[in-house]
């Protein structure tokens, strides 16, 4: 399909979805779109617990790609939501991600796919990959992470040092931490908590946080993080601190350490340089530690990219569809 080359291609509208038993009363939604007989990708989407969106779909080219979106465990149209406080998080982990989309790869009949997906779903991507090399054919990564315990304090402390107003009242929200070095454990606890006064404000400040550390960026529209409807800002919260006080369930740079693992798989990696939410330093060890990734680094952009970002996926999106 024709398009200008600084616009994704034209909306379109899944041919096929449905809810997937993961077990343990999880039920995990899916839908497929573009050509039923195309090469096959899974988009793989942030967060965690931001849910698939419709804006994804149009980085593929419809009549070339068979795209897979799910929403993971516990957010978006999953069930159950995990705005919910009765949804037990003991049962979404890293390892139970991993699985699901294995799940998920078997019940569509799929040999291999490309893997998309940025910030989180980057985190998600390397752990599947790494696992399960031989069913990933290429990988597109805009805004890298690793999910190192490094990398989770510079967003929620180190960061701090850019924008001390807004930390001071990050930190203000739970005062009962043992020190900065807990404040993500510490949310994690308030999100438990089965007040829903509770949960709502450190859901609240929580957003604020996340929203002031990606707010020199270029972004028109509601608050990335604060302007989401309530229900899906509190299921991600409560996924995001449970998620990042565990580091990912993940060994400190073990995802930079086994990326060997990629030798065979192409891989392409899209970073800003001024991406205050997970800086550069991560996309050029993974990229020096990956021998098939090459690294485009975008000038100007940060963690939300912009259309020099949008471009460079977009090519590295339509090149992979020849292979």
């Known amino acids: ?150 990398e989770i304090d510079w967003l929620y402390r180190g960061a701090g040092a850019f924008f001390p107003e807004a930390w001071d009242l990050f930190r203000a929200g739970v005062p009962e931490a043992a020190g900065p070095g807990d404040l993500v454990a510490a949310y994690a606890r308030r999100m438990e908590s089965p007040d829903p006064e509770v949960r709502a404000r450190a859901t609240a400040d929580w957003c604020a946080w996340e929203d002031a550390v990606l707010s020199m960026e270029n972004w028109s529209g509601p608050p990335p993080y604060s302007g989401r409807p309530d229900r899906d800002r509190q299921a991600l919260v409560r996924i995001c601190s449970h998620y990042f006080s565990h580091a990912a369930w993940l060994e400190e740079g073990q995802l930079i350490r086994d990326a060997v693992r990629l030798a065979d798989v192409p891989g392409v990696l899209v970073h800003g340089r001024f991406d205050m939410g997970g800086p550069l330093t991560t996309a050029w060890e993974l990229a020096k530690a990956w021998p098939g990734a090459e690294l485009t680094v975008i000038d100007g952009a940060g963690h939300l990219g912009g259309p020099a970002t949008s471009r460079a996926v977009l090519d590295a999106l339509d090149r992979f569809a020849r292979l």
């Open 1 to 150: 399909m024709d398009r200008k080359p600084d616009q994704p291609y034209p909306p379109t509208e899944p041919y096929d979805r449905g809810m997937l038993d993961a077990g343990d009363g999880n039920l995990v939604y899916w839908e497929v779109c573009g050509n039923p007989a195309g090469k096959p990708a899974l988009v793989v989407h942030g967060g965690p617990g931001s849910g698939c969106t419709t804006r994804a779909r149009r980085f593929f080219d419809p009549d070339r790609y068979r795209v897979v979106l799910f929403d993971q465990r516990n957010c978006g149209r999953s069930t159950p939501h995990a705005s919910d406080p009765a949804a037990d998080m003991r049962h979404n982990t890293t390892a139970h991600l991993i699985a699901d989309m294995e799940l998920l790869r078997r019940h569509l009949g799929i040999e291999q796919w490309l893997l998309y997906g940025g910030s989180w779903g980057s985190t998600l991507i390397l752990a599947y990959a790494e696992q399960h090399p031989e069913r990933v054919s290429e990988i597109v990564i805009p805004a890298v992470t690793t999910t190192r315990r490094s």
